[in-house]
């Protein structure tokens, strides 16, 4: 192995892991189990936090093969 084409590789891989994705922040009920479940399986969890009121507040990165469907699940949830 002589390591030719890594550079090209790595340059490749940095590429696919920055694509724009949109980062949004919404608030769910702690009731909402499935919701959170879908969230963690489909979307990348980047901030979540507990409020007094036994709400989850979560930063979240969506990818866009899903945005769509994702603004239409949580639209109401969303935080601006």
Same mark, same amino acid.
């Given at each position: 192995?002589?390591?030719?084409g890594?550079?090209? !590789?790595? @340059?490749?891989? &940095? %590429?696919i892991?920055? /694509?724009?994705?949109?980062?949004?922040?919404?608030?769910?009920?702690?009731? =909402?189990?499935?919701? !959170? @479940?879908?969230?963690?399986? $489909? @979307? &990348?969890? !980047? =901030?979540?936090?507990?409020? #007094?009121?036994? #709400?989850?507040? !979560? %930063?979240? /990165?969506?990818? =866009?093969?899903? $945005? &769509?469907?994702? /603004?239409? /699940?949580?639209?109401?949830q969303?935080? @601006?």
């Amino acid at each position: 192995m002589t390591g030719e084409g890594v550079d090209d !590789l790595l @340059a490749r891989i &940095e %590429t696919i892991m920055t /694509r724009e994705r949109e980062i949004v922040s919404l608030t769910l009920s702690s009731s =909402d189990g499935a919701s !959170l @479940a879908w969230i963690y399986r $489909s @979307a &990348e969890v !980047l =901030d979540r936090e507990e409020a #007094d009121g036994g #709400d989850i507040m !979560l %930063t979240v /990165r969506v990818p =866009d093969k899903i $945005s &769509e469907v994702f /603004r239409a /699940r949580f639209k109401g949830q969303m935080v @601006a």
